[in-house]
């Protein structure tokens, strides 16, 4: 007797058997479960940086009869959202001294010319003569660091009057700090 093969039938038994054995191995078969948490964090650190913009009087009549001579310069500091600082000035390189000596907490400074002479002059953290800037906390500028820009902190100087000092160029370094 001759049986009749019939191959599409043959072929859907085939694929269907494929699926079907395939499907038992696409099913992962666990014995049981566990679950913890991840922590996760960061630290960030307090940290300022400062920059500064130079102060430059111009021009000043050294004959003793000059008027005082105002000028200003700047200070810009980067700190960490929220943190306090205090930005204090030195003495500068020529502080005076003598009888009135320089000090941190009061500095009388003096610009250094080409010549042995010096012409005398103040900083203020607050207007034209107004809070002198030193180098202790007190006579620092203190601020507080918030969202948005650094605003730069405007240094004031005045040449006080009157000085009688030969022509030439004067200048002097100040060590600018913050402290957070």
Known sequence: MKTKFNQSKLKLAFISAVVAGSVGFSTASFA???????????????????????????????????????????????????????????????????????TDAVPKRQMAGSSSDYLLYDLYSVGEEGTVWGNTEATGLGFTASAGANPEQTVFGTVQQAQNVAAGSYSDSVLVTITF
């Open 32 to 102: 049981g479960s566990d679950a913890t948490t991840l922590a996760i964090g960061a630290s960030v650190s307090d940290t300022c940086s400062i920059t500064t913009r130079a102060l430059n009087f111009g021009d000043y009549v050294g004959d003793g009869s000059s008027g005082k001579v105002h000028g200003t310069g700047g200070v810009t500091a980067t700190c960490t959202l929220g943190g306090a600082a205090v930005i204090t000035m030195g003495q500068g390189a020529n502080p005076v001294t003598g009888p009135v000596a320089s």
